[in-house]
Structure formats: structure tokens, C-alpha cells
């Protein structure tokens, strides 16, 4: 009786499951109510209707997270790395509409030769010194990329997750080997051979070096990111630990260099020779457009994937213990403002943030590191008029 009731559970949950349509009439319905949801602002029906069974399940996959948490504000991730050509009408009005840009009249270029920059000192030295900064900052360049060979993170099975962690140990492998690199790999995955337990694996979480549990963002579980935690899951940690790779978080790798210092071509040059040399490695390369740049998960990521950035203090912009002020000043700049762990994380006691560059689309990397230069440069003249 028992199997049999769980045969028939099988069957009625099968049945219950929203149909296509059913899914398309709940978007028309969300799409008025919720504007500044970017996935169901950019639904078209006529779109959908003239697509293949087939793309139309893509689609709908791609923007369920959107769908299920009409609070978002992007809402829709690439599940496969040719989305963003199969399904490109829905996902280029995205990309114009959150970054701002016309794709009509501009293209992403990749660039990491700041040389080549007006407004840049002629040692080519970004040294925050020279702006009277007085102590040494923790400086943080990070980019993701995403393997040809297998699906995006929100359509990876937890088969492809071990897998591709599997592939990856020999890229690890030469890395450590490497006296520029050295270090480890970690493993949260049950049974990998680099298994850390929970007490090491939070222990690199609060020293911001692993990423932390993503079971538990459900924005990230309904686009199928976050399933199958914590299978796939690991980090690559330098000997230094200054370069750090990410495994099975948002995108397949975030690949980051962090240095303490007032140099910021310290972090941007370590980087860029660490990525030439890890996608040398990789088996059939990583997924790029020849119109978006580097893909990736979230739309909001796609062109450079990088996110160059500072913890800097701030005493007078965050008076109080709250980084309003400094948002509300320093967002008109292209900047943004962050906890020192991150969104939605507390500031510092002394009124240290992490302050970015926004912009990663339509954008170089050169063009990026250089925001964050003469960014630093508008908050300290902030600051001081604060």
C-alpha cells in the first residue's frame, strides 16, 4: 500500500505542475504589478509564441527565479552558455535595459591595456598614495568564467557539478605546482579526496576566502543555482592566499586577486596573468560572446564579469553606522557601496566600506580599473566636504 501511495503522490504532483501557459498567464499577471522586475518587463508574448517548444521551456527556465521572487530585480539567469545567442531578443533587452546601454549602436570590447586610456599618470602607476590616501587598502579584483563544455550552474545536474569539479583538479594541480601560485584545493563535496569539514570550511568563510552557503537564497535555489549544495563546491587558495578560485558558486569559476597596498595594477596585472593561464588550461576554453564578451549566470555580470573594489574608511559619509549617506552621494559617480562582507552585510565600526565601480558591460577591464582610481579620488573629496 505504501508503494503504491507513493506511485500515486508521483502521479498527482506530476499532474499538479504549472503547464507552459499556466506559467505565461502567471507573467502577465506579475508583469504590470511588478516594474522594476527586468525579467517580466521584458517578456514579449509575441516572442515566446513564435519560438520552438523546446526554446520556449528555455526561456521560461531561464526567468523562473524572476518569476517565483517578482521582488527581484534582474530575475532571470542563463541555464545553458549559447542562451544568450539562442534566446538573444529576450536577453539583449535585458542586458539594455539594466546596464543602460543601446547594443544597436555600442558592443562589449575586452581590454585590459590601460596604456591605452586617456586620464591615466605616465608611469601608468594607479597608486592611491597620490591621492592622499595614507594606509594600506584591501584591494579585490575578482571576474567569473563559465566552461564550454557544460551547462550554465542553473541547468548543471549534481552528476555535472562533480564532474566538472573533478576536470578541474588538474588545472588546480598545475597552479600549485607553480612557485607563483602554490597553495591548495578544498572541497566541501562529500567524499572529494580535499574534503574540509564544516569548522575549516566556516572558518574560510569568515576570513572571505570561500563563498558561503548558498542553499539558503532562494533567488539562487529557483534558478537553480544553489541546487544540489553542497556537491561541486570547493576553492582553489594560493599560497599567499592573494588568488583565490571559486567552484560551482554563481558562475562555474570566480577567479580573484586581493593584495594589501596602495598599488591597484598589483591586484589588476595578478589577475590578468592568472586568467591567461587557468583558460589555458581548461579543456575546450570558457564561454564567450563575440557581442557580449565573457558569459555569464546573471545578466548583470556579463561583458568583463569583473568587480574591481576597495575597503576604504569613510568616518564622515557613514555617520551614525549606516553607508545611506554614502550610497545617496556615491551612486551619481558609477560607484557602489557595500558591506565589508558583501550586500546587505554591516559596514565597519570606523566606518570602513567596500566601494566598486558598477558598470561591467560596454565597459573594458582597463576602463574598470581606472573607475575605481578616479572613484576613490570623488570619495575622499566626499568625505572630505562631509
Known sequence: ALYNGIKECLVAEEKAKPTPEDIVKTIEELKPKWPDNITLQCFDRKYYDSLSDENKAKLLECMNSGIQNPD?????????????????????????????????????????????????????????????????????VRTGRNLKKFPLPGAMTKEDRVQMEKDLQKVFDKLIADEKFGGKYVSITPGHPKFIDKKEYDALVKAHIMFKDMSADKYLLDAGIARDWPFGRGCYISEDRGFVIWVGEEDHLRIMAMAKGTLLNVVFDRLEAAIDQVESLIDGGCAKSDEFGVVTSCPTNIGTGMRASVHIKLPNLTKGGSDKNAKKILKPLGLSVRGLGGEHTPIGADGTVDISPSARFCISEAEILLALYNGIKECLAAESKA
Request: glycine fraction near 4%; aromatic fraction near 8%; include cysteine.
Open 72 to 140: 527581484s530585480s534582474m530575475g532571470c539567469y542563463a541555464c545553458r552558455p549559447d542562451d544568450y545567442e539562442t534566446l538573444k531578443p529576450f536577453f539583449k533587452a535585458a542586458l539594455q535595459k539594466y546596464h543602460k546601454v543601446d547594443l544597436s549602436k555600442t558592443k562589449h570590447v575586452t581590454n585590459w591595456d590601460i596604456s591605452k586610456l586617456e586620464g591615466v599618470p605616465e608611469d601608468l602607476k594607479l597608486d592611491v598614495a597620490k591621492l592622499g590616501v595614507k594606509e594600506n587598502l584591501s584591494m579585490r
